[in-house]
């Protein structure tokens, strides 16, 4: 009797578990079957809340959204708030993620213990580009006139960025290294934010400044700036067309000052792939070439794969150039 009621337990047990298993492949099947919370790491109105909301409407004009986004702001402590809370939902489907190259940054830094390997990488979408800029009355006429007085004394300019460590930071410090030039011993001064550096510069309190080029155009197109360099891979149109690429002057450096998704760590590769179809349609349609157009972006997007290798080679790249400055903890 024991014998035949341990039998009956065991197939009780294997029926359950097959049940479970059937459930939870329905579920990544027909995902999603519900509402996504999407966590943008910072304050409304800002960058990332401005890039979660901006794909969220992109979806339902091009009638890709198959479930409703629910935005979520959580900027505090440099996106690290975000982050723990996004890794708290491990293997949970139902959360996205907005962020930049702080994924990454603030563990190099070590504000945070969580980095690249504590999310699920989605999809890099977009890029804006830092420039080198200067007042219109600027002896400078071109950056390579900078990096020459640079290589001959590598404390004779002082450059302005608006926070450290930055991608506005790394685009001095990065093609100083490729001129051959000692970027221990370059000048930088960090301010408030980019409004306040741009009141710095115009008021000849600082020579050079290296900065997001949507906060240089305005100016540069009143004829208060000049715009000697850009971080763009290839040549850039539109507001910046006939400005010099770093690697239009040899120098081979390029930096994306992107904005992409992230999920929780652990999520079934079904939903990754899920995200894989839908947001490389996305990126395809209209109504995303209009979203990059009204908010002077640039496509950059890279599917999970892809976006996962870049991180990690962006990380390495990173952490030993901080660590050199003495900046990594």
Same mark, same amino acid.
Request: charged share 25%; net charge negative; glycine share 10%.
């Given at each position: 009797?024991?014998?035949?009621?341990?039998?009956?337990?065991?197939?009780?047990?294997?029926?359950?578990?097959? =049940?479970?298993?059937?459930?939870?492949?329905?579920?990544?099947?027909?995902?999603?079957?519900?509402?996504?919370?999407?966590?943008?790491?910072? =304050?409304?109105?800002?960058?990332?809340?401005?890039?979660?909301?901006?794909?969220?409407?992109?979806?339902?004009?091009?009638?890709?959204?198959?479930?409703?986004?629910?935005? &979520?702001? *959580?900027?505090?402590?440099?996106?690290?708030?975000?982050? =723990?809370?996004?890794?708290?939902?491990?293997?949970?489907?139902?959360?996205?993620?907005?962020?930049?190259?702080?994924?990454?940054?603030?563990?190099?830094?070590?504000?945070?213990?969580?980095?690249?390997?504590?999310?699920?990488?989605?999809?890099?979408?977009?890029?804006?580009?830092?420039?080198?800029?200067?007042?219109?009355?600027?002896?400078?006429?071109?950056?390579?006139?900078? %990096?020459?007085?640079?290589?001959?004394?590598?404390?004779?300019?002082?450059?302005?960025? @608006?926070?450290?460590?930055?991608?506005?930071?790394?685009?001095?410090?990065?093609?100083?290294?490729?001129? @051959?030039?000692?970027?221990?011993?370059?000048?930088?001064?960090?301010?408030?934010?980019?409004?306040?550096? *741009?009141?710095?510069?115009?008021?000849?309190?600082?020579?050079?400044?290296?900065?997001?080029?949507?906060?240089?155009?305005?100016?540069?197109?009143?004829?208060?700036?000049?715009?000697?360099?850009?971080?763009?891979?290839?040549?850039?149109?539109?507001?910046?067309?006939?400005?010099?690429?770093?690697?239009? *002057?040899?120098?081979?450096?390029?930096?994306?000052?992107?904005?992409?998704?992230?999920?929780?760590?652990?999520?079934?590769?079904?939903?990754?792939?899920?995200?894989?179809?839908?947001?490389?349609?996305?990126?395809?349609?209209? =109504?995303?070439?209009?979203?990059?157009?009204?908010? @002077?972006?640039?496509?950059?997007?890279?599917?999970?794969?892809?976006?996962? &290798?870049? %991180?990690?080679?962006?990380?390495?790249?990173?952490?030993?150039?901080?660590?050199?400055?003495?900046?990594?903890?």
């Amino acid at each position: 009797m024991k014998k035949a009621l341990a039998v009956i337990l065991s197939l009780l047990l294997a029926i359950s578990a097959s =049940a479970c298993s059937a459930n939870s492949g329905n579920e990544s099947a027909n995902y999603p079957t519900k509402s996504i919370e999407f966590v943008a790491a910072g =304050a409304p109105g800002g960058g990332l809340d401005t890039f979660a909301r901006a794909i969220d409407q992109a979806l339902k004009e091009a009638n890709l959204s198959d479930k409703p986004f629910i935005i &979520k702001n *959580m900027g505090g402590a440099g996106g690290n708030e975000a982050k =723990a809370y996004i890794h708290k939902q491990k293997g949970d489907p139902y959360y996205l993620y907005a962020e930049s190259n702080r994924i990454y940054v603030n563990q190099i830094v070590g504000t945070t213990d969580l980095g690249i390997e504590d999310v699920t990488p989605i999809g890099r979408m977009i890029t804006e580009y830092i420039v080198w800029a200067v007042r219109s009355d600027s002896p400078y006429q071109n950056a390579k006139e900078i %990096l020459d007085q640079l290589k001959q004394d590598p404390t004779k300019i002082e450059f302005g960025v @608006g926070t450290i460590p930055s991608n506005d930071q790394m685009n001095i410090l990065r093609p100083a290294i490729e001129y @051959g030039i000692d970027p221990a011993k370059i000048r930088i001064v960090a301010f408030k934010d980019g409004g306040d550096l *741009m009141t710095q510069l115009l008021g000849g309190h600082i020579p050079v400044i290296s900065t997001g080029a949507s906060e240089a155009i305005e100016q540069a197109k009143a004829g208060k700036v000049r715009i000697l360099a850009v971080s763009a891979p290839e040549p850039v149109g539109g507001d910046l067309e006939g400005v010099p690429t770093w690697k239009s *002057m040899g120098i081979d450096v390029s930096i994306l000052h992107w904005r992409g998704v992230f999920a929780p760590p652990g999520v079934p590769q079904e939903v990754v792939a899920y995200w894989d179809q839908k947001l490389g349609e996305l990126v395809k349609t209209d =109504a995303w070439k209009q979203t990059l157009e009204r908010y @002077g972006w640039f496509d950059a997007y890279a599917n999970s794969e892809e976006f996962k &290798k870049e %991180l990690q080679e962006e990380h390495e790249l990173t952490e030993k150039l901080l660590k050199d400055l003495g900046l990594a903890k």
